[in-house]
């Protein structure tokens, strides 16, 4: 069966920076449902659309592909006394995506702490990045009637959210 749309694919990858650093690799196969559901990258998607299980892909994703650029302005310096007394490095907090916003939140993580501040980061970690997404397609069915209303795949246990 070949991948196209309302089909669900299963692939297994590595995903590397342009280094050749691995920064993801599956264990088992993943899936999505193929054809605009925002399961996979669509440069991802584009590059598999009318291959078959067994294909083989590697495909370079530049930052616009992937997880952005890296925006500046998702960097914020905030007060040291409005968050925890144990804040840490590395610790995530939903957030306004602008002052006075209350309806865009984003998740920010702490990425410096002073005594007077701390620091947080808006951008996704892979913002800015060029990454390299080589992998195998490892089954191609057509999608169950509840996975093309729900616009994603069901575990072998059916619907699992």
């Known amino acids: 069966m070949k991948i196209v749309k309302d089909t669900v694919v299963s692939l297994s990858y590595e995903l590397t920076d342009s280094n050749g650093v691995l920064l993801e690799k599956t264990d088992d196969a993943v899936s999505y449902l193929h054809g605009g559901y ?13 291959k078959d299980v ?4 590697n495909i370079t994703m530049e930052p616009d592909d992937a997880f952005g650029e890296y925006d500046h302005d998702l960097v914020r310096v905030e007060p040291r006394n409005a968050f925890p007394e144990n804040i840490e490095i590395g610790m995530q907090f939903e957030g306004g995506a602008e002052e006075d916003d209350d309806e865009d939140y984003m998740l920010y993580t702490v990425v410096d702490v002073t005594d007077d501040e701390v620091t ?11 990454l390299n997404f080589v992998g195998t397609v490892t089954g191609v069915r057509s999608a169950t009637p509840e996975e093309l209303a729900h616009g994603h795949t069901h575990g072998e246990g059916g619907h699992q959210h």
């Open 38 to 50: 925002d399961g996979i990258f669509p440069v991802v998607e584009e590059e598999l659309h009318g």
């Open 54 to 57: 067994g294909a083989k892909f």
């Open 120 to 130: 947080v980061d808006g951008n996704h970690p892979l913002a800015g990045k060029t």
